[in-house]
């Protein structure tokens, strides 16, 4: 798959940047006053608005030693929710097409899937039965299809896949719809040295796949649902293999206990789109440290899909209130970004 | 607790010593060659001999871009495991006796215990009925005995037990039982800009606690056998609650099974001292990079404790027969280790 080349220049850029803001930092700049974006921009495809000078706003304040809100880079931690808050979610979770190019494929080999549900409404194209199942159901779907497995033979599968398989709707490649504006923020995160996780209910396996040449997160950063493994010495040639028992589904509450388990600190900053996340906010905001709430708000039904509090994908209601009553940041996707698709800076 | 002194000069010293190590590569070292350790050692403790130069050479192999075993920094993790590892196990787990002092204060608010084992052992002393119980048992014990409180307060009670409870055989501070030898280790293979995890059977709660501050070794880089957790938004001051029930078992195949689900990555250094950390040394030499598998080998029965092939805790003989065929380094703590415990050099 192709990693797009904003991140390279973006990377570079935005710790020229860094350095930059530093330097002014130390002439005497006011506490609180935005650093100026006018040589370089390190979110160009956010449009000026209230959210880009909140998000500046927040990095400089946490960054500048002399602030009353500094953090020590040790505690820089940033979670990132991914399906709907760093690509696309619709018309359906991305891993439940792979799951289904995957059962399709794998059916000669399974004559009793023909009149086994979740399997019988893959192979009837019945896309209404399956998306009922919701998360924990394309979960399940996607261990049985591949209990068995090694790991690293999974990884292989989903490179391939993730090479080729495109969008129903938007007619490109899955990886081509991830939103340029998050990868920006991303990386302006890791240039003031914050430790940027993805924490998803996608599955694990499946997200390491696809996610450190995507993102640039490497493996250990990404958090997700797993199903159960074990060891195979597999006769001096180890192998961790899949099984199709569920572990642990990183999702709602499961987000700061997982967060907990492998991170064991508190996120300062955290980024999601749907009540899912609304857990791992509140763990969030609940640090002593400064931090900062962000909802991606799907606004744009043009360039990308809008849809809130009556999605059965990405439900954002109890969210959206908690985060309009709190005062966290809700991105409106519409209006806040220039651009959302990296492809669309090439047309 | 204490961090002892000796880390911070070391991290300047290696580091000095890593740069220097480059430039010499640079002019043209041939491959192979020992570093000259004669100005600044990066393992002071450690007695001259074939093991200390079998770990330098390695590490300056994979660090030479020169070098067809150069090993990129993304791929530079290394495991080691911690009871016996990096600090004594002797004459049990220290956390067993943490566990003890525990249930002992708690046992007024459970008068259940006095007949329910394995507490009744515990408020008994039986020290052999719960030494039988093993790992297991012990974090059984654990569990059971703090179900219901946070973790946050949790790491609290322990912290203030490290601070004074003392080892009764070697009658000091059970923190100051770490092996110094192991810790210039850590530090040496830091400096080179591997990314160091403790991977061990005790409980990670009471890992975290401990081990930041002691070993220089941050949270997300801790892994353990765990419990399982609960979320409980706690009238907006969430926090994480203890549960009874046992999550994961992080010894034996648990070991490489949890660094596939929280690193993603093979390491490429593993360091074991029991049977326990068999598969996570297979797991590692596996691995298509040079990897590096070691041994800790308790022969020193004045200085630490000498036990092996027989021994209920950390026992060593499966390990010990695959690491002699196999040639993985096999450290010898009588004769390699000039020093064991840093408080021997106050004497």
Partial sequence: MKKYNIINWFVVAVLFFSVAGCTTN??????????????????????ESKNKTDIINYLVAVTDKNSPDFIPVKDRIATFDNDGTIWS???????????IDEIKALAPQHPEWKNTQPFKAVLDNDMKTIAQSGERGLLKLVMVSHAGMSTRKFKSIVKIWADTAKNPTKHVLFTALVYKPMLELLIYL????????????????FMRAIIPELYGIPPEQIIGSTGK?????????????????LDFIDD?????????????????????????DLAMMQWTASNNLKSFMLYVHHTDSIREWAY??????????????????????????????KVIYPFELEK
Same sequence: chains 1, 2.
């Fill in 89 to 99: 979610e619709q018309p359906a979770y991305f891993q439940l097409f792979f799951a």
């Fill in 190 to 205: 890791q240039a003031n040295h914050f430790k940027t996780y993805i924490v998803s209910g996608g599955g694990l396996d």
């Fill in 26 to 47: 130390n002439k005497g700049k006011a506490k609180g006053q935005t650093t100026s974006t006018a040589t370089i921009d390190p979110l160009p495809s956010w449009n």
């Fill in 308 to 337: 809130d509090r009556n999605s059965h994908i990405g439900r954002l209601d109890k969210g959206l209130d908690e985060a309009r009553e709190k005062g966290w940041t809700v991105i409106d996707m519409k209006n806040d970004w």
């Fill in 252 to 276: 709602k509450d499961g987000k700061p206990i997982n967060i907990n388990k492998i991170i064991g600190k508190k996120p300062v900053f955290c980024a999601g789109n749907s009540d899912g």
């Fill in 229 to 245: 493994t074990a060891y195979d010495y597999n006769n001096g040639d180890p192998v961790i293999i899949k099984l199709a028992q």
